[in-house]
């Protein structure tokens, strides 16, 4: 198949009409080093067709249809696959106009951009020749800044000023410079400054490619009592009530109007103002001021309604959150160099209950199965955000005698977590914690019961641990208590020697007791907005036994042969793990990057444990790790043992490096 698919993208004018071409290969040449091609890459109006590994793949797929019939597969290829581009002339015409208009927002204003033509059996080539020259550099920068009060803050920060002499002339730094005031002025109470007030003016006449820029900061315009418009001092502005609404429906305040405003009830608490219908809080007030950083009295600051909308949206117990502002129409006893500035903050509940049934049934190789499932969530438990989980799972399949000796085999569990927003540690409690960190606390419970033909184990599992953040780019989770016990009851001793020669399959049945804890720092600086290069590191420290270990040794417990403890009839882990993850993606376009990683890892038993257990060991493979490989089928050497099926390559060390190319196959992927 893939075979039939590069023939036929060695044919790409199949369905290229004869009075057109194929745009064949579009290639730009720059005279200037410190122009990037990948920055006019956006400016071309069109590409040809893309390649995978030289070959035009989605082309192929196209062309594989014909044209003249929709049913399927025909429809189908010219779905996944990618039709032919034909060559435009004014495409490439806007192009090289496109292409001097961003190199002359960069700088070169004498830049010229050239498109050669060339056309060939069909097929055209298209190269682009830029001659960009030397840029235009900043002389000086002049300011006029005609509002004092904006003045004084200004020449305060002028050391974050992005427009600097002897740089570049940008645009891009421009608008740049033009947003970074905006938010540093109205972070100083001034709620009416906006970017509109901020102008740059050039003058490029001075020769010897330079420019001087005049860097002007305008009043505020209002109007007189005669309705005119006059220029007036920028105005700061402080906190004067807070409203929140916290049961707000979008829906009903449309529909009812002023009707639902009159039916909401008000309390004034803590120095703010919760309304809400029916006179009860969906969650309560405590932990929506804990996420606010807006207070009455303080200066209005774009930072903190930010701020306290993502911490707002943190707490996921709110389906909308809604953060504006107003001027009162009357106002007494205010300072003429600071006005009153209301808050209103809408918040719009999620469902607060969640529960479905999922049902499953199997047919395999004749014996009939089936699974229910039952799952439950509440999004706000206690009335303080906090969110509770639980699945509930029974299956049962019908096995046929003659082949298993039983009649059935039957699954039963459960799993639970609850997550709290705020830590469970009485100094920690403060609200200035809970606002800086936005910590969690999460309690999960699990326990699974399997009862097969040959064998019976229950699987239980528990943890208590903390998240927080250090910052956008920070996580931190410390879990000092995970709890993780395998029991096997029964095993019936035929089968029991049959997995003696799968060194993965006797692991699997063996008795687990591990009590441990970790902890855990994430940095990842992705940008789900934009698509750029980003770092994922991941740092991982993990102890296991010691706190069971030290409460044997003080009590005295005996030992069993071998100088182990014992808990429950079976030696406890005891061992210490530490590893990194690093992970870099290149973004090489929309459609495609390179991912390079990097894993250093090692586990050291010791104590009551002479090696690390086997969940707790280092492997490679698997979707984790390198994919092209099964989990624990990759490691060093190549030895396998005669009399084993398959030999687990697991090891209490493991230095994993890989790079893998991304790309998108179909449409859809």
């Given at each position: 198949?893939?075979?039939?698919?590069?023939?036929?993208?060695?044919?790409?004018?199949?369905?290229?009409?004869?009075?057109?071409?194929?745009?064949?290969?579009?290639?730009?040449?720059?005279?200037?080093?410190?122009?990037?091609?990948?920055?006019?890459?956006?400016?071309?109006?069109?590409?040809?067709?893309?390649?995978?590994?030289?070959?035009?793949?989605?082309?192929?797929?196209?062309?594989?249809?014909?044209?003249?019939?929709?049913?399927?597969?025909?429809?189908?290829?010219?779905?996944?696959?990618?039709?032919?581009?034909?060559?435009?002339?004014?495409?490439?015409?806007?192009?090289?106009?496109?292409?001097?208009?961003?190199?002359?927002?960069?700088?070169?204003?004498?830049?010229?951009?050239?498109?050669?033509?060339?056309?060939?059996?069909?097929?055209?080539?298209?190269?682009?020749?830029?001659?960009?020259?030397?840029?235009?550099?900043?002389?000086?920068?002049?300011?006029?800044?005609?509002?004092?009060?904006?003045?004084?803050?200004?020449?305060m920060d002028t050391i974050n000023c992005l427009i600097k002499n002897g740089e570049k002339y940008d645009v891009d730094i421009l608008q740049k410079e033009r947003i970074r005031l905006e938010r540093f002025i109205k972070d100083m109470g001034f709620y009416s400054f906006s970017r509109d007030h901020i102008y740059f003016e050039v003058d490029s006449t001075l020769?010897?490619?330079?420019?001087?820029?005049?860097?002007?900061?305008?009043?505020?315009?209002?109007?007189?009592?005669?309705?005119?418009?006059?220029?007036?001092?920028?105005?700061?502005?402080?906190?004067?009530?807070?409203?929140?609404?916290?049961?707000?429906?979008?829906?009903?305040?449309?529909?009812?109007?002023?009707?639902?405003?009159?039916?909401?009830?008000?309390?004034?608490?803590?120095?703010?103002?919760?309304?809400?219908?029916?006179?009860?809080?969906?969650?309560?007030?405590?932990?929506?001021?804990?996420?606010?950083?807006?207070?009455?009295?303080?200066?209005?600051?774009?930072?903190?309604?930010?701020?306290?909308?993502?911490?707002?949206?943190?707490?996921?117990?709110?389906?909308?959150?809604?953060?504006?502002?107003?001027?009162?129409?009357?106002?007494?006893?205010?300072?003429?160099?600071?006005?009153?500035?209301?808050?209103?903050?809408?918040?719009?509940?999620?469902?607060?209950?969640?529960?479905?049934?999922?049902?499953?049934?199997?047919?395999?190789?004749?014996?009939?199965?089936?699974?229910?499932?039952?799952?439950?969530?509440?999004?706000?438990?206690?009335?303080?955000?906090?969110?509770?989980?639980?699945?509930?799972?029974?299956?049962?399949?019908?096995?046929?005698?003659?082949?298993?000796?039983?009649?059935?085999?039957?699954?039963?569990?459960?799993?639970?977590?609850?997550?709290?927003?705020?830590?469970?540690?009485?100094?920690?409690?403060?609200?200035?914690?809970?606002?800086?960190?936005?910590?969690?606390?999460?309690?999960?419970?699990?326990?699974?019961?399997?009862?097969?033909?040959?064998?019976?184990?229950?699987v239980a599992n528990a943890s208590f641990g903390y998240n927080w953040r250090g910052n956008r780019f920070i996580q931190h989770s410390v879990y000092p208590l995970q709890l993780n016990v395998v029991k096997l009851p029964f095993i019936d001793p035929h089968f029991e020697m049959s997995i003696d020669t799968s060194s993965y399959l006797a692991y699997s049945y063996?008795?687990?007791?591990?009590?441990?804890?970790?902890?855990?720092?994430?940095?990842?600086?992705?940008?789900?907005?934009?698509?750029?290069?980003?770092?994922?590191?991941?740092?991982?420290?993990?102890?296991?036994?010691?706190?069971?270990?030290?409460?044997?040794?003080?009590?005295?417990?005996?030992?069993?042969?071998?100088?182990?403890?014992?808990?429950?009839?079976?030696?406890?882990?005891?061992?210490?793990?530490?590893?990194?993850?690093?992970?870099?993606?290149?973004?090489?376009?929309?459609?495609?990057?390179?991912?390079?990683?990097?894993?250093?890892?090692?586990?050291?038993?010791?104590?009551?444990?002479?090696?690390?257990?086997?969940?707790?060991?280092?492997?490679?493979?698997?979707?984790?790790?390198?994919?092209?490989?099964?989990?624990?089928?990759?490691?060093?050497?190549?030895?396998?043992?005669?009399?084993?099926?398959?030999?687990?390559?697991?090891?209490?060390?493991?230095?994993?490096?890989?790079?893998?190319?991304?790309?998108?196959?179909?449409?859809?992927?």
């Open positions: 198949m893939l075979a039939v698919i590069v023939f036929y993208s060695c044919n790409p004018t199949k369905y290229v009409p004869d009075e057109n071409t194929l745009l064949d290969k579009s290639v730009i040449n720059i005279d200037n080093y410190g122009i990037k091609k990948s920055d006019l890459k956006p400016y071309i109006k069109q590409e040809p067709n893309k390649k995978i590994f030289g070959a035009r793949f989605h082309l192929g797929l196209y062309n594989l249809s014909n044209i003249e019939k929709t049913g399927w597969p025909h429809g189908w290829l010219r779905n996944i696959g990618e039709e032919p581009v034909i060559f435009d002339a004014f495409a490439a015409s806007k192009s090289s106009e496109q292409l001097e208009n961003y190199l002359f927002s960069k700088g070169y204003f004498n830049a010229d951009v050239d498109a050669d033509v060339s056309s060939n059996k069909q097929k055209t080539s298209i190269v682009y020749n830029v001659s960009a020259r030397n840029p235009y550099r900043i002389r000086r920068v002049k300011y006029d800044i005609r509002d004092e009060n904006v003045r004084s803050l200004f020449f020769g010897n490619r330079q420019v001087d820029i005049f860097y002007e900061a305008r009043k505020f315009l209002d109007y007189n009592s005669g309705k005119s418009i006059i220029e007036s001092e920028h105005k700061r502005y402080r906190i004067n009530n807070v409203y929140i609404y916290t049961s707000w429906d979008p829906k009903k305040s449309l529909d009812e109007g002023d009707d639902y405003l009159q039916r909401q009830d008000t309390i004034f608490l803590n120095g703010y103002y919760f309304i809400t219908d029916k006179g009860r809080h969906v969650v309560k007030p405590n932990v929506i001021t804990q996420s606010l950083y807006i207070k009455p009295g303080d200066l209005f600051q774009v930072t903190n309604m930010e701020r306290s909308q993502d911490h707002l949206n943190s707490l996921q117990s709110f389906r909308l959150v809604n953060i504006r502002y107003s001027k009162p129409g009357f106002f007494d006893g205010w300072q003429s160099d600071e006005l009153p500035l209301n808050c209103i903050i809408r918040l719009t509940p999620v469902t607060q209950q969640e529960f479905r049934v999922e049902l499953e049934g199997t047919n395999s190789a004749g014996n009939l199965g089936g699974a229910v499932n039952f799952v439950y969530q509440h999004k706000n438990l206690f009335r303080g955000a906090e969110r509770l989980n639980i699945k509930l799972k029974g299956a049962y399949e019908t096995l046929s005698e003659q082949i298993s000796g039983s009649r059935s085999t039957q699954e039963y569990g459960f799993e639970t977590s609850l997550t709290l927003p705020r830590f469970m540690l009485p100094f920690l409690e403060k609200e200035s914690f809970i606002k800086k960190y936005n910590p969690k606390t999460v309690i999960t419970a699990a326990y699974n019961y399997q009862k097969m033909p040959v064998y019976t184990r229950t063996k008795d687990v007791f591990i009590l441990g804890g970790n902890y855990i720092y994430v940095f990842n600086n992705q940008n789900i907005k934009k698509s750029r290069d980003y770092w994922f590191i991941k740092l991982t420290g993990e102890l296991a036994g010691n706190l069971m270990s030290l409460g044997y040794m003080v009590a005295g417990a005996d030992t069993v042969e071998g100088g182990s403890y014992q808990v429950f009839g079976q030696p406890f882990a005891q061992y210490a793990r530490a590893d990194v993850d690093m992970r870099y993606n290149r973004k090489l376009n929309e459609v495609s990057s390179v991912v390079y990683r990097a894993f250093i890892g090692v586990g050291i038993p010791y104590g009551n444990s002479k090696a690390v257990p086997f969940e707790k060991q280092y492997f490679s493979g698997g979707a984790n790790s390198i994919r092209a490989w099964n989990v624990r089928s990759l490691g060093p050497g190549s030895y396998t043992p005669v009399d084993s099926s398959f030999f687990n390559m697991t090891a209490d060390i493991k230095l994993e490096f890989n790079a893998e190319y991304r790309f998108k196959l179909f449409w859809i992927l």
